[in-house]
């Protein structure tokens, strides 16, 4: 059932994408024809998280394929909070493609076979559920920070033009919103990393690649609210700090992979 389930997903989150792309040139009905292809892709993810989860027993994205399903759910609902308005058309430009290729990733790495996992489903979504929706928010931030600098080279380039026909958003606002999502993400991560190392202590295990990428993500992204809201960083500084901090975020990804 959940793998029957993939395809007509990934049919929307592709046409999701590829309408985006149109968007640029012609936006109107590209961008409302690519919200569909996002909204119907997500409930059709939904029903197949939903699906792997009865079928399962017990937490069933415990593998490293599967969560990389579970990410793509989290990243794309993430978006959905805002993404779906017309001047947040352009993000999902860098949302979409993302979502598309790791959700085809996922399948092929055997996510949609739902393998449960010997820890308790307790921990589970603890420290994966947590975690994983953290650097889903965190990938948003740091697609909100690229769309900033992307957006303010295109002014200074006199580029205003093309900003005022796709309606993107202004500087500020992508700016305080990059911020806003670190700070509601910032407690997910720190709970789940949490989570990971007083597992590891009690099973007196020892720090390998993965942790240590974990902590210093969340190492970044502490000095990141700490410049931010302390030192007064705005702007450039804000946004190459937050897309910066991706590179940990990717890293916490695709370790998992390298140690398979």
Known sequence: MAEALFWPALVAYGEAAVAYAGNVHRPGTFGRLATWGV??????QTALLAAQAVE?????????????????????GVYL?????????????????L??????LSYAAGGMEGDGSDYSTFFLLAHVGLLLAALAGLTLAAALAGLYLWQERRLKRHR???LLRLGAPSLVSLDELAARVVVFAFPALTLGIAAGLVRLAAEGGSLDALVAAGVATWVLYCVFLLLRYAAGWRGRRSARLVLAGF???ASVLVLPFVHL
């Open 160 to 162: 205003a033009a093309g």
């Open 39 to 44: 909204r119907i892709g997500w409930l059709v």
């Open 247 to 249: 590179v940990f975020v």
């Open 99 to 104: 979502a598309a290729a790791v959700f085809v």
């Open 81 to 97: 909070v805002w993404g779906c308005r017309p001047r947040y058309r352009v993000l999902g430009l860098a949302v979409m493609p």
């Open 56 to 76: 399962a027993d017990g937490f069933p994205w415990g593998t490293w394929a599967g969560s990389l399903n579970l990410f793509v759910w989290f990243v794309v």
